[in-house]
C-alpha cells in the first residue's frame, strides 16, 4: 500500500503545557482517518503542522515521501485543507471567491469551478455574495475551495461544522467517494463521533497531547457497541472522568 501520510514524531508545545507531543501515524492512500479528542487536546496543533501553518518544535510530515518541513512547495501539491474555519471574501460571490483560488492551480478552469460547486452543493448561489452565506454554506464553499485542484491528500479540521442534516449526508456521501472512485486520502478531525464512525475506515484517539491510540472502525466496533462508547473509554481510561 502506498503511503500517502507519514507523520514521525511530531511535537510542538506551548507555553501553556498544550500541543502535541510525539506524534507518529501512517495513512496508506485512499484511507479515510477520523482524528478525536477533546478540546484541547492538539488535534488542530497537529493539522496546523501537517499543513506546514505551524512550525513543530520537532519531528515531521511526509505527504507521499516529499517533506512539508524541507520540500514545503512539493508535498502541498498534492494536499487541499479546511483547517478551524472556511475563509472565504465576504463581498465576493461564490464563484469569484473560487477564481480567486483558482489562479494558484495552473489547470483549474471555469468547469472545473462549476464542477467543484456543483460537488458541493454550491453551484445555485455561484452568484451570491458569501456574506449573505449561512455557516453551513460558507463550509460547503470552503471544501469546493479545498477540492478545486483535484488534491490527493484533503485535511478537514471540524468539516461538519454548521451543516444540517442533509448537508451533513452529502459531505459523507462526498468523501466517501472521493475515497473509493479517485484514491483520495482523507484526515478528519471531528467532535461528531457519530459521524466519524459512519464516515472513517480508521480512528486515532488522543488526549493530553498524545496519540492514545488507533485502530480500524470495523475492529473498533467488534468490541465496542458505538465509536462513542469506544472513545469515552479510552478518554477516561487516560485520566478523564
Known amino acids: 500500500m502506498t503511503k500517502a501520510i507519514e507523520i514521525l514524531g511530531l511535537t510542538k508545545l506551548y507555553s501553556n503545557g498544550r500541543g502535541m507531543k510525539d506524534l507518529n501515524l501512517t495513512i496508506h492512500e485512499g484511507e479515510i482517518f477520523g482524528f478525536l479528542g477533546p478540546n484541547g487536546s492538539g488535534k488542530t496543533t ?3 503542522m501537517m499543513a506546514g501553518l505551524v512550525k513543530p518544535d520537532s519531528g515531521e510530515v511526509r505527504i ?7 520540500d514545503y512547495v512539493q508535498a502541498m501539491k498534492q494536499v487541499g485543507c479546511m483547517i478551524e474555519s472556511a475563509e472565504s471574501y465576504p463581498y465576493l460571490t461564490a464563484n469569484d471567491n473560487l477564481k480567486l483560488f483558482a489562479r494558484y492551480y495552473p489547470l483549474v478552469d471555469r468547469r472545473r469551478i462549476d464542477e467543484c460547486l456543483e460537488i458541493t452543493g454550491m453551484l445555485n448561489y455561484k452568484h451570491e455574495k458569501v456574506r449573505k452565506f449561512s455557516l453551513g454554506m460558507k463550509q460547503r464553499l ?14 478537514l479540521d471540524e468539516p461538519l461544522n454548521g451543516l444540517d442534516v442533509e448537508g451533513m449526508l452529502d459531505l459523507r456521501r462526498l ?15 471531528s467532535h ?7 464516515t472513517c475506515n480508521r480512528i486515532g484517539v ?3 497531547g498524545r496519540l492514545v491510540n488507533e485502530g480500524y472502525t470495523q475492529n473498533i466496533l467488534s468490541d465496542y457497541a458505538s465509536l462513542e462508547h469506544y472513545f469515552v473509554s479510552e478518554v477516561e481510561r487516560h485520566g478523564r472522568v
Open 64 to 70: 507521499f515521501g516529499a517533506s512539508v518541513q524541507q
Open 192 to 198: 461528531l463521533i457519530h459521524d466519524v464512525e459512519l
Open 206 to 208: 488522543v488526549y493530553g
Open 46 to 48: 497537529a493539522m496546523k
Open 175 to 189: 468523501i466517501k467517494q472521493l475515497a473509493e472512485m479517485e484514491g483520495t486520502t482523507f484526515f478528519i478531525s
Open 142 to 155: 470552503g471544501l469546493a475551495a479545498a477540492i478545486l485542484s483535484r488534491p490527493r491528500v484533503l485535511i
